[in-house]
């Protein structure tokens, strides 16, 4: 035991004992700034790549080609970044449906996009049509025929096949009962 000329020394608290008040709440604040931060990184790095695909970057290209796009909406038509819908890619083959907001220094509007591919870049537009206030709906796509909005059409390699039965076909009519006695 330690003595002074003024008597024994007194035991020193911790450092958590000295600072517990202040501690505890900006512990706590730490870890909510953290979590957000991280939310907002996924978020951010999510909608980016969803951007940068190559279905949207087609589709703004060919929207900024169009001559009636582009008197809706002005000069430069540029994409905001909340891009809604479903993307999809497995082995080059996908499909996409998308609500990309655009806008220009006219107006703003949506960019309803549908789409399919079945090699490595290359996608094949269904549905192109932009949507802006106070005007009639655009066809992007202009006379092409396209499949039905919200199907992707058959693979050329399947082979055909015949057409499923009627319900009417399906039901079997009763047999008749045998007209043999069996006697045991």
Known sequence: MSTTSEGPMAPQKSWFSRNWAWFIPMGCLGLLLSCGCLGALIAGLTFKSLRDNNVVTEALAQTRQSPEAREMLGEPIEADWKIQGSLSTTNGQGSARLAIPVHGPK????????????????????????????????????????????????????????????EEEMQEEPSAPDDKDVEL
Do not use: I, M, Q
């Not at 090699?119 to 269904?126: I, L, N, Q, R």
């Not at 796509?141 to 992707?152: C, F, K, R, Y």
């Open 107 to 166: 107006a703003e509007g949506t960019l309803h996009v549908e789409a399919y591919k079945r090699d490595a870049d290359t996608w094949t537009f269904t549905t192109l049509e932009l949507d802006v206030p106070d005007h009639p709906e655009l066809n992007l796509l202009g006379d092409s025929p396209s499949a039905p909005p919200g199907t992707v059409p058959a693979r050329p390699d399947l082979p055909d096949v015949e057409p499923l039965p009627d």
